[in-house]
C-alpha cells in the first residue's frame, strides 16, 4: 500500500518517477557540495593566510603609533590595532611590500593607520605611517628603522 515501486511481472520492482526525481536530485546537491566544499575550505584558508601576513606587515606601524605621543594624545593609552587590516601585501622569499590600513583604537576614541612597509630578509619596515583621526586630523608617523627602506610610494 505504502509502496511506491510496481511489479513488472518478473519478480524485479521498477521505481516510480518520483523516486528516480528523488535520486537524481540528491545525486546532484552531493555533487554540488562535494565541488564547492573544497572551494570554500581552499578559499578560507587563504584568507586566513592572508590575514596572518596583513598582520605582520602591520605590527612595525602599529608600534610607531603607540610610541607616538600625538597619536596617545588622541587615542589615550593603550592603543590597540583593530580588525580587519585591509590592503594589499606582495611577499616573495622573504622580500615584499605592503600597503595597508589598519584601524586603531584607544580609550578616548579611534581612528586608522596608513601605511607602506617593506619587507627585507623577512623583516618588516613601516617606511611610511600616517595616523588618520576619525575627525580627519592627520598625524605623520616617524617609524623606527625607516632609512632602511629602498623605495617610499
Same mark, same amino acid.
Given at each position: 500500500?505504502? #509502496?511506491r515501486?510496481? +511489479? #513488472?511481472? *518478473?519478480? *524485479?520492482h521498477r521505481m516510480s518517477t518520483g523516486d +528516480?526525481? /528523488? @535520486? @537524481?536530485?540528491n &545525486? %546532484?546537491? %552531493? &555533487? /554540488?557540495? %562535494?565541488? %564547492?566544499f573544497p572551494a570554500l575550505i581552499l578559499g578560507a584558508l587563504d584568507w586566513f593566510m592572508g590575514s596572518a601576513r596583513r598582520q605582520a606587515a602591520a605590527e612595525p606601524a602599529i608600534? &610607531? +603609533?603607540q610610541s607616538s605621543d600625538a597619536v596617545i594624545a588622541r587615542l589615550g593609552a593603550p592603543i590597540s590595532g583593530g580588525w580587519p587590516i585591509a590592503g594589499k601585501v606582495a611577499s616573495r622569499g622573504g622580500n615584499g611590500s605592503a600597503h595597508l590600513t589598519i584601524p586603531l583604537h584607544g580609550p578616548k576614541g579611534s581612528g586608522r593607520l596608513e601605511e607602506f612597509a617593506?619587507?627585507? #630578509?623577512k623583516l618588516w619596515t613601516a617606511c611610511t605611517a600616517e595616523? /588618520? &583621526?576619525?575627525?580627519?586630523? @592627520?598625524? @605623520?608617523l616617524h617609524p623606527v628603522h625607516a632609512e632602511a627602506?629602498?623605495?617610499?610610494?
Open positions: 500500500m505504502g #509502496d515501486s510496481t +511489479a #513488472d511481472g *518478473t519478480g *524485479t +528516480a526525481v /528523488v @535520486r @537524481r536530485r &545525486a %546532484l546537491v %552531493l &555533487a /554540488v557540495v %562535494l565541488c %564547492l608600534f &610607531a +603609533a617593506q619587507q627585507q #630578509d595616523f /588618520v &583621526a576619525s575627525d580627519g586630523e @592627520r598625524i @605623520r627602506c629602498t623605495i617610499h610610494p
